[in-house]
């Protein structure tokens, strides 16, 4: 099993795993670039960071047993971390619910990871519409979406308890774009907007929020779509 896959530990969370009183878990890389991802130092300083071994890891879920019920795994982007397969196994050994954040890019080992019963809950972040994907993710002008379409489908068809989320920040979302979104993911599943905050450590400079109106709004223009959509952080 590859060891040091994991370069953040919050000790404790009401807020990352619905439901859970958990600890998160940040994993080191990424395959995005997202400007206005607030995990900056996860993703384009990766390699500075000094990681816990998996056994650290371990030992502080063992003596938690009773406290926590439950472990986030963010990143970063967790799918593309090796060994997450039989890490994830020793933790639900250890009687933990595991949530999954994933920004969609790995269907394969999300399937993997459901199909083992490794992961109770998956959220998913949709970056935007198709058109606006490669931008919003600070990628080149075109994008595959293949695994991106293939993982929104796989989890919309039921084979695991989901959200989707977005993170809303100016200037990369507008109103169309949120027209365009609630038609792309149409259907009756969880899905968060998630205002801006910028942590200090974000990778894009001349980003900024949406105040509470502008959210609201943003809001409206999915319902009809989406009619489980709800602010979050707002």
Request: charged share 25%.
């Amino acid at each position: 099993m590859k060891d040091n896959i994991i370069a953040g530990l919050q000790k404790l969370t009401l807020l990352d795993f619905p439901g859970k009183v958990a600890c998160t878990l940040f994993t080191r890389g990424c395959n995005f670039k997202c400007p206005f991802c607030h995990n900056a130092s996860l993703v384009v300083r990766a390699d500075e960071q000094k990681p816990y071994s998996n056994a650290e890891i371990l030992a502080f879920l063992k003596k938690r047993a009773g406290v926590l019920d439950g472990v986030a795994i963010t990143g970063g982007e967790p799918t593309l971390m090796p060994g997450l397969h039989d890490f994830i196994k020793e933790i639900k050994d250890l009687g933990y619910a595991v949530k999954l954040d994933t920004n969609g890019t790995r269907p394969e080992v999300i399937r993997k990871l459901v199909e083992n019963k490794l992961v109770d809950y998956v959220a998913m972040d949709i970056k935007n519409h198709p058109a606006k994907y490669a931008y919003t993710v600070g990628l080149a002008e075109t994008y595959d979406l293949t695994p991106i379409i293939e993982s929104k489908n796989y989890l919309m068809e039921g084979n695991v308890d989901f959200e989707f989320r977005t993170t809303v920040a100016k200037p990369f979302h507008t109103e169309e774009d949120f027209y365009l979104i609630g038609e792309w993911i149409k259907g009756n599943e969880k899905y968060f907007l998630q205002q801006f905050k910028d942590s200090g450590d974000i990778i894009g400079k001349e980003i900024s929020s949406y105040n509470e109106s502008e959210m609201e709004n943003f809001l409206n223009v999915l319902l009809p779509f989406v009619p489980n959509a709800q602010l979050r952080g707002v």
